[in-house]
């Protein structure tokens, strides 16, 4: 596994433990479900079932999402973060292929 998929992994099991701690402290199923549906193409493209371009995508639409949601709440939990960590990741991913 190269270090760009550990990474996308890595960020993945953050996403989906973000999810899992959104639906435990406030009951918030759309945070279950959304990080579901994000990290379920993550997860596929680290173990290389689906193009890598795919999870490059994802992690994009993921920032922008996020960091437009940021932006309107300014609140930087969760959205902030997540908008970081994703383009965070994204780079990375861009920058060792």
Request: aromatic share 8%; net charge positive; no cysteine.
């Amino acid at each position: 596994m190269t270090m760009s998929n550990v990474i996308l992994l890595v960020f993945t099991v953050l996403l989906e433990a973000g999810g899992v701690v959104g639906f435990v402290k406030a009951g918030s199923k759309a945070s279950l479900i959304a990080s579901s549906i994000f990290a379920l193409p993550l997860l596929l493209a680290a173990f290389g079932v689906v193009p890598a371009l795919a999870a490059n995508i994802v992690l994009g639409v993921l920032a922008v999402f996020m960091g437009a949601k940021f932006a309107k709440a300014k609140k930087f939990m969760p959205s902030g973060l997540t908008a970081a960590l994703a383009a965070a990741t994204l780079a990375a991913r861009l920058l060792l292929n």
